[in-house]
């Protein structure tokens, strides 16, 4: 399901996208992104939210966009299974 729904909100057209609505977009993508460990794909999708955060709509979710960039994975991790504690 997840290829489906990374599929959907990676295309470089918006027409393409399984939602119009960008903050839902942002914020799912860059968690698939950082689950995969695409360090370079997510620094692309975190650099395009936190432009869009700098219109008058939008700036509001500024914070959201600063919060979501911490979760940008660390080059050589592995991603393939979740953190135990």
């Known amino acids: 399901m997840s290829r489906t729904v990374y599929a959907g909100l990676a295309d470089g057209n918006p027409r393409n996208w399984i939602t119009s609505d ?16 695409d360090t370079a794909a997510f620094d692309i999708i975190a650099a395009e939210f936190e432009e869009w955060c700098k219109q008058k709509h939008a700036v509001v979710y500024a914070p ?3 919060a979501m960039r911490k979760l940008r994975p660390t080059p050589n991790e592995d991603h393939s299974h979740p953190a135990r504690g």
């Open 64 to 66: 959201l966009a600063a």
């Open 22 to 37: 960008r903050l839902t977009r942002f914020p799912v993508l860059l968690a698939i992104l950082a689950k995969r460990g």
